[in-house]
């Protein structure tokens, strides 16, 4: 165990801090909001948790792209913030995002992975991207995308900036903690520093505006749902 602590990217401390704030946060989210979800709101997460690991894992894998294309274009990872987006624009609750991400990750187990590596990658799908999506929530106070909001600039705006915000910090979830950590732990797989922060550029350079688009069209659904239930 000691020579995976030394050969791992990120240092395991780090990591495990990193999991013990994310988790309080959640846990203080969700005890100060005590959020209520509906069946509808269930359903819809279910649903959209599993449509991202569908379309993460079968159709964004399909999409062959050569080096220099890829990663900065990433039609997984890009696959999955777009569905999450929309699954959470649609409820706009807190504790969304951690559903809808716990959905993604077992569904992705059943259908692609196993169940190797469990725990640690539902904490991470968890606590990363689905607690990103339910800070935003939390801090918009449910109108998350602008989706609450009358149509103007201003809210395309919101929804372009907010998307960028969570494009640009889920960069950082494949390179630091996946490859940089949880990778070699349970796949012995070791990623060097060069790597690790190449991909972390990519990612930051593709996500950052694919999350905007991504929040724009969070925000048309969000909307268009809204208006039909």
Known sequence: MSSLVVQTFTPIPVVIAYFMVAGIAAVFMLLRVKPKFTTLDLTYLGIGGAIAAVADHFIGDLIFLPNGIYPIVNPPVWFRLLVLFITVAVVRKVGSGIFAAAVFDLVGDIIHFGVRGEPLWLIEDMLTYGLY?????????????????????????????????????SSFVHPIFTMGTIAPIVFGRIFNAQAVVYYLITYIIGNTPFGAFAGVVANRVGRLVSQTV
């Open 133 to 169: 999506l339910d800070l935003m929530v939390y801090f918009t106070k449910g109108n998350i995308f602008g989706v609450s909001e009358t149509t103007g600039k201003g809210v395309l705006l919101v929804s372009i900036v907010e998307g960028g915000i969570l494009g640009f910090v």
